[in-house]
C-alpha cells in the first residue's frame, strides 16, 4: 500500500485585497495562490518555479502554516494544519521546516548562531535539556561547520555558512517536510554549488519531502525529482524533472527554458520568446491568464481558463494546445 504523502495541498487559494481611492477602500483582490493541488512523498523533491510575483513564496509559507489560506486544505502528515488549535499546530510545525532565502537577516544578532540553533529545541522542547548542545554540535557537524562557529555572531559569519547554519536550525528538529524558499539566490556562484550538494545529500540522509522553490530553471533541474511551473497562482505545468526538461508542453515553460543560459549549441541558436510585459495581478485576462503573452493563442484561449489536464501519464499541462479537450476552470474559481 502506498504511503500517504508528507504534504498535500488541495485546492489552496490565498487572496490580498487591493486598496485603493481616498479612504482606502478595498477595490480588488489578488490571487496569489488560486486552487492549487500538489503533494510531495517522503524522499521527493519538488522544484517549484515561475517569474518573480507568481505566488511561489506565498505557496511555500502557506505549506507551513505562516500564512493562511483564503480556501483550501494543507494537508502535514495526513492532518489538516489550519484545523488544529495553537498547542498541536506548535507541534505540527516542528515536521516542516522553512530555509530563508536571505540568511544574512534571519538569525537574531545579539544571539550567537549556536544559541539560535538550540533555540529551535528549546520551543518544542525536545532532547532533555543536557542532550540539546551534544545535538547542536552534532548539527554543525553535518552541515560542514567546526565547533568554534557555534559560539560566533551572525556578522562574524559569510554568507554561505550563515546559510548552513539556517539549514542545521531546520534540520535540528527531525522534519520531514523542508521548504527552500530561493535558498542560494543570495549566494555567490561558488558557494550556491556547495550548499545544494549539501542540501541533495541532507535530503537523501533524512528522507525529506522536499518543496524547493526558485526562479533559476538550471538549479531545479539539479535538484528536483519533478517539477511545476506556477503563473500568477496557477500551476500551469507539472511533470518529471526529465520530461518537463526534455520535452516542455506549455509555452510559458518553453520560453522560461530558452531564457536559461546553456553551453548547448543548439540550445544557443535558440531565441527565447519575447514575452511583453506581465499583466497587472489584479486585473488578469479573461480565460487563459498567460494568453496576452502567448504567441500561440486562439480564441478559445480568450472565453476558456484551462485546468492542469495529462497530456502524456504524469506530465500535466493548463494550455488549449496541448490538451485541446481537457476541462476547464469555471468562472467563479
Not at 3 to 22: I, N
Not at 149 to 175: D, V, W
Amino acid at each position: 500500500m502506498k504511503p500517504p504523502p508528507v504534504l498535500a495541498v488541495e485546492g489552496l487559494s490565498v487572496r490580498y485585497p487591493v486598496r485603493g481611492g481616498l479612504f482606502g477602500g478595498v477595490t480588488g483582490h489578488v490571487a496569489a495562490v488560486d486552487g492549487v493541488d500538489l503533494a510531495i512523498a517522503r524522499g521527493e523533491a519538488l522544484g517549484l518555479v515561475g517569474e518573480s510575483g507568481c505566488g511561489k513564496s506565498t505557496l511555500g509559507r502557506t505549506a507551513v502554516a505562516l500564512q493562511r489560506p483564503t480556501s483550501g486544505r494543507v494537508m502535514l502528515r495526513g492532518q489538516d494544519l489550519f484545523a488544529l488549535g495553537p498547542r498541536d499546530l506548535k507541534h505540527q510545525r516542528r515536521h516542516a521546516q522553512l530555509v530563508f532565502q536571505n540568511p544574512k537577516t534571519c538569525f537574531d544578532p545579539r544571539r550567537t548562531v549556536g544559541g539560535s540553533v538550540r533555540m529551535a529545541l528549546d520551543t518544542q522542547d525536545l532532547l532533555d535539556p543536557g542532550d540539546r548542545e551534544p545535538a547542536v554540535a552534532d548539527i554543525f557537524a553535518r552541515v560542514g561547520l567546526r565547533p568554534e562557529h557555534r559560539s560566533r555572531y551572525p556578522h562574524e559569519l559569510s554568507g554561505g555558512q550563515l546559510q548552513r547554519i539556517g539549514i542545521a536550525r531546520a534540520l535540528i528538529l527531525r522534519p520531514e517536510l523542508l521548504v527552500c524558499d530561493e535558498p542560494v539566490s543570495a549566494l555567490d556562484v561558488s558557494v550556491q554549488a556547495q550548499v545544494l550538494n549539501l542540501m541533495k545529500e541532507l535530503q537523501a540522509e533524512f528522507r525529506l519531502a522536499l518543496l524547493f522553490i526558485s526562479h533559476n530553471l538550471a538549479v531545479v533541474e539539479y535538484v528536483a525529482d519533478r517539477v511545476a511551473v506556477m503563473y500568477y497562482g496557477r500551476i500551469v505545468e507539472l511533470a518529471s524533472r526529465a520530461a518537463l526538461f526534455a520535452g516542455p508542453r506549455h509555452p510559458y515553460t518553453r520560453a522560461l527554458l530558452a531564457a536559461v543560459p546553456s553551453m548547448d549549441p543548439a540550445r544557443r541558436d535558440e531565441a527565447a520568446p519575447h514575452l511583453g510585459e506581465p499583466p497587472d495581478p489584479a486585473r488578469l485576462p479573461s480565460g487563459c491568464r498567460f494568453r496576452s503573452r502567448c504567441h500561440i493563442a486562439f480564441a478559445r484561449c480568450a472565453a476558456d481558463d484551462p485546468a492542469l489536464a495529462e497530456a502524456n501519464p504524469g506530465h500535466a499541462v493548463a494550455c488549449w494546445a496541448a490538451v485541446p479537450d481537457g476541462p476547464s476552470v469555471p468562472a467563479s474559481a
